[in-house]
């Protein structure tokens, strides 16, 4: 089979890794050839995943396509199936979650609990909707890590809000932030991963490291699971899909969003559980059974954020650092330039003592940054 990968960060990176068990020829396309992905796929195409027509002419020979960041052009991808290709997630999916609103309005559409909101298109509406508050203020494309997205606790912030098309919903009192990966193959079979919880520092409000399987009550347990199955059963396309939750201090679960393709939620995966989500999805796009999605241990995952522009070599303290550490897997995207809150790469640590993977956790980021 030939299959396409639209965007070549790391996502697309850890993709072509998986896919090297396989009999699958791959092609990529970026718009630059200094990209993680580009020397792991048979043929690299430079060109723009938000443009149709290039979108198009990359996979109209090949057999199937997926996304690797959901900016990829909703009308390339209606195109290629229109043409016969199978494209996962599918271009009504991509539709449906690129844009905040529509996301949104699916989950109410299809009674999927997600926080209370309205849809505003100018401050005034904002404005209006003071009942709201405290509210997150989303701004309905673009917006990713992050960006695009605006606490509102009162009325005075209301200067940070997004002055055209955006999601004003209810702020969540958060007990936890999970993710859930759920595999759909072309049959509709599901497959379920453990959750994942995020541990965030509560000063500078940044993720620190995740943990996994998370550490729920059983009922919450249930009700994440099914709320994610009922995501992406209503998504009604098959691909891999990570359905970011949360969980308040009423054990309320609610959806804060879906990305419909791997996601950084899932890295551990790789070394953590049996068939990683980057395994998962090749078996999805080449019609094979689904693999097995239990964990063979428990991990943490912690992102290595870009501190200077001085990228790593083998020569790196850290580098040599973090290699030191028996229970830890170090990943590096081989990006060629580093900026200061740039993904460069992660570190999966496994153990199934809570504590020790805490410890290393912590552990990591002090050498990573340099403070050991
Ligand atoms: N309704 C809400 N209540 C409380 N906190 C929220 C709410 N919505 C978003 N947040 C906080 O803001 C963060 C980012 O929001 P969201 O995931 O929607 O944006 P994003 O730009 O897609 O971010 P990322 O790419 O990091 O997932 C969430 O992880 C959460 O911490
Ligand atoms: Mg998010």
């Not at 697309?12 to 068990?21: D, E, K, S, T």
């Not at 809000?161 to 955006?166: I, L, Q, W």
């Not at 990228?311 to 550490?325: A, H």
């Not at 060629?336 to 956790?361: C, W, Y």
Request: glycine residues 8%; negative net charge; proline residues 4%.
């Amino acid at each position: 089979m030939k299959v396409g990968i639209l965007g070549g960060g790391q996502l697309g990176r850890m993709l072509l890794q998986a896919g090297a068990n396989y009999p699958v020829e791959t092609h990529c396309m970026e718009k630059s050839e200094d990209c993680p992905a580009a020397s792991l796929c048979h043929n690299f195409v430079t060109g723009d995943i938000t443009d149709a027509g290039q979108v198009f002419s990359f996979g109209k020979d090949l057999d199937a396509v997926t996304i690797e960041i959901e900016s990829v052009s909703v009308e390339g991808l209606r195109k290629l199936e229109e043409h016969g290709l199978k494209v996962f997630p599918s271009s009504a999916a991509l539709e449906i979650i690129k844009n905040k609103v529509t996301q949104k309005e699916f989950y109410a559409a299809n009674s999927i609990p997600t926080s209370e909101f309205v849809i505003t298109r100018s401050i005034e509406e904002v404005r209006a909707n003071q009942q709201l508050f405290p509210a997150v203020h989303k701004a309905a494309i673009g917006g990713y890590d992050g960006r695009g997205v605006q606490i509102l606790n009162e009325i005075k912030d209301i200067n940070q809000a997004f002055p055209g098309d955006a999601v004003l919903e209810r702020k969540v009192d958060i007990e936890k932030e999970l993710a859930i990966i759920v595999a759909r193959n072309n049959a509709g079979d599901t497959a379920i991963y453990p959750p994942s919880e995020m541990i965030f520092d509560p000063v500078l409000n940044l993720l620190q490291y995740q943990l996994s399987p998370a550490t729920l009550p059983e009922k919450v347990l249930w009700k994440a699971e099914a709320i994610a199955l009922a995501v992406v059963k209503n998504l009604n396309s098959a691909g891999i899909f990570a359905v970011e939750l949360f969980l308040d201090r009423e054990e309320n679960v609610w959806v804060n969003e879906t990305a419909p393709r791997v996601h950084n939620s899932g890295h551990h995966t790789i070394e953590g559980n049996f068939s990683s989500q980057f395994d998962m999805l090749w078996r999805v796009m080449l019609n094979l059974p689904l693999g097995n999605t239990a964990k063979i241990m428990d991990t943490a995952l912690v992102n290595l954020i870009g501190q200077t522009t001085e990228t790593v070599d083998e020569n790196s303290v850290q580098l040599r650092g973090l290699s030191k550490i028996d229970n830890a897997f170090v990943h590096l995207y081989g990006k060629k330039e580093s900026r200061p809150g740039r993904k460069m790469g992660h570190v999966t640590i496994l153990s199934n003592d809570r504590k020790e993977l805490v410890f290393q956790a912590r552990n990591v980021r002090n050498i990573w940054e340099g403070n050991i």
